[in-house]
């Protein structure tokens, strides 16, 4: 069946990918590469919007819920632009019949968040729909932010180049897990939480410290193996990325084997992907280090002139592989 | 059952109002009045910042389609700020299974909206549900403008005072009834197509015009009697309504006869209400009805110094009644 869409269109790979830009991004006329942000020019200065629908399952999982996510998420799509966010607006579709209870938590936590990243929800709204019309509660949330001045690049990754360094600020695959758990029908239980954060604070601090940052983008449906696909892609260039330094907690890479996951394509809500020239990354690599969302940043790999388009991921015992962008339905309704 | 939300919560009448201003508005810290679009302080000028979902039942009807309403409706909300409509955000969730040729029109749709508004859509999101786990498409538009010098207190009211007229720009229901008729279940069918469309060329109209304009709302879910009873508690003052002056189309007018609608608590999606002075009331009436959307423009009551805090209706025999702020489930998922 080519003629609906299915859940694969939905999973951050190539699908996905394809029905953005084939039905939307060229009906709306968008201009590529397509970004987590649009930039804006106005008035002399660069703005970042962003948008994202979430419809995560279970709402409630270790280490968050729906409106976390929905915080974080657009927080972190301006701050990977290079954008310093300030407005948040946030929309509600609830099912009839759903406990005000767990919306006052939910929109609790929306508001805590807020105030931890320095950002204002300032508009909104609210639809209701029949029962079973809708899974309990969806939230779209939106940005507002203004890109600080010379990070305009940031997001299009322009000024990649072959030697440049790849880093993450920490552990990939805990969200996806930690939700998995939550739903608790996949046969076993954890104590993995979600790492949903705003990124927002961190990434400030390059501000002013750091000026050879070519590309930044968080690492969220269809993980780092996305990501990276995306820019060896966008850029012509080859990525070669060392497999035994990429950070994954032992119990996510524990379930990773038994459940048949890649750590690399899972979802993240808190773990960002920098791109930086060799000389500047070990700065930045300290940086990241004295911020307690990034203990666990690492040097992962670099851009190359060889294999162009291609991701090339080399293991501890010499081997390399090609790591492909994800497609099919890893692991549906993650965010 | 007031512990959990019903569907009168998304009715955009008062128990929407206790819901959004309890839990969200509370919680979020948002300034009061609420209105459609935050306006925001930046740089020296002010941006105005909107958000709605749409979850319309069903997705295509006469005059439109659920893009249509996504595009028009945060134009609208822009626009009735006193903004011009710059950036607009679209972010769909979708149900596994729907056409992908119905998703091409509706974002065919979309597009061409947004050139005759003269407003770009530059950044947007895709989830795609299980089966069943939501109805179809529900699709959720942010926008972003900028808040014409002199116009920054029109959302708010703030210049409302006694003796000021009520304006109208057409004929009230038309949008509310073409949807019902589309869904095939009430009995009746009818050439009645909505009346959405975007308001931020017929406003602009005003830019340099006008200077007396103190007041404008779009007059969606609620419809009129909403959004004038919003007035007259924001202002405490009395509003007078001529009912006879108020256009209603005559085949809106038998229908709503005939299911026991009030046409001035439907929704509409191309109508609006504007408050000025007396003095500048004719010359925005000429203006409203040199344009296209404006043809059947009235003047439809005044707001007194009387019934502070009332909205009364005067029939054509003599007869006063007050017109409430509507309650309860008038029509669901009408956008």
């Not at 968040?113 to 899974?135: L, P, R, Y």
């Not at 850029?235 to 996510?252: A, C, F, H, R």
């Not at 388009?309 to 081997?319: E, F, Q, R």
Request: charged share 20%; proline share 4%; hydrophobic share 40%.
């Amino acid at each position: 069946m080519s003629d609906v869409v299915s859940l694969n269109h939905g999973s951050g790979g190539s699908q996905m990918r394809n029905l953005i830009e084939n039905i939307f991004a060229g009906k709306f006329g968008m201009s590529k590469p397509l970004t987590d942000s649009a930039l804006l020019e106005n008035e002399g200065y660069t703005m970042a919007f962003s948008t994202d629908s979430y419809v995560v399952d279970p709402l409630f999982f270790p280490g968050g819920n729906i409106g976390k996510l929905a915080l974080c998420g657009t927080v972190n799509d301006l701050a990977v632009s290079g954008a310093i966010p300030l407005w948040i607006s946030a929309s509600f579709i609830i099912e009839e019949g759903f406990p005000l209870e767990d919306l006052e938590r939910i929109a609790d936590t929306m508001a805590s968040e807020a105030i931890k990243a320095g950002v204002k929800i300032v508009t909104g709204d609210t639809k209701v729909v029949s029962k079973g019309k809708c899974d309990k509660l969806f939230i779209t949330t939106a940005g507002v932010g203004i890109v600080k001045s010379g990070f305009e690049h940031i997001s299009k990754g322009s000024m990649i180049k072959p030697g440049d360094k790849l880093i993450i600020n920490g552990s990939l695959g805990n969200h996806a897990i930690a939700v998995l758990g939550a739903r608790n029908n996949l046969g076993f239980s954890s104590k993995i939480e979600s790492d949903c954060a705003s990124l927002n604070h961190i990434i400030q601090n390059f501000f002013g410290e750091c000026s050879e940052i070519h590309f930044m983008r968080d690492l969220t449906r269809g993980g780092l193996a996305a990501v990276l696909n995306e820019v060896a892609e966008m850029t012509s260039l080859g990525i070669s990325v060392q497999e035994e330094s990429i950070p994954v907690d032992e119990p996510v890479k524990g379930l990773c084997e038994m459940l048949g996951f890649n750590p690399l394509s899972l979802a993240n809500e808190g773990k960002f992907l920098l791109i930086s020239s060799g000389d500047e990354s070990f700065k930045i690599l300290d940086i990241l280090r004295s911020h307690p969302l990034g203990k666990n940043a690492a040097i992962i790999g670099e851009i190359t002139d060889e294999h162009e388009g291609y991701v090339v991921l080399k293991t501890a015992t010499g081997g390399k592989r090609i790591l492909e962008m994800p497609s099919g339905i890893d692991l549906p309704r993650i965010c």
